[in-house]
C-alpha cells in the first residue's frame, strides 16, 4: 500500500475522473490540490491514515459512479430515482483486507 500512496502524494490529480476533461496541468493541479486538503487536511498521507484513505478510495472506486448513474437516470426517467446509503460493516471487507485493517 506505501508505493501506492508514494505514487499520490503529491499527484492527487490522478483522482480526478477522466470524463470531466479537465486537460489544464495548472487547473488540475489546483483541483488535485484541493481534493488531497479535503481528505487528508494539511497532514501528509500515510498509511496510519485509515479513515482518510478509506474515505478517498471509496468515494473514487464506488460514490461518484453511483452518483453519476443517477444524476442520468434522474433527467431520462419520468419517475423518481433513488439512492441509498449502505453502510453495513462486513468483518473481512475491501479496505480492511487492502490495508490490513482489523477495526
Do not use: W
Not at 488531497?36 to 478517498?56: M, R
Amino acid at each position: 500500500a506505501m508505493s501506492m500512496l508514494s505514487k499520490f502524494q503529491d499527484n492527487f490529480e490522478l483522482f480526478i475522473p477522466k470524463n470531466l476533461n479537465i486537460t489544464d496541468p495548472a487547473k488540475r493541479k489546483a483541483i488535485g490540490d484541493s481534493i488531497k486538503k479535503f481528505y487528508f487536511g494539511d497532514k501528509p498521507v500515510s498509511e496510519t491514515q485509515t479513515s482518510e484513505l478509506t474515505n478517498l478510495l471509496s468515494d473514487v472506486d464506488f460514490s461518484y459512479g453511483t452518483t453519476l448513474t443517477a444524476k442520468i437516470m434522474n433527467a431520462r426517467l419520468n419517475s423518481p430515482v433513488y439512492e441509498y446509503y449502505f453502510n453495513f460493516e462486513a468483518p473481512f471487507g475491501f479496505m480492511k483486507a487492502l490495508f490490513k485493517l482489523e477495526k
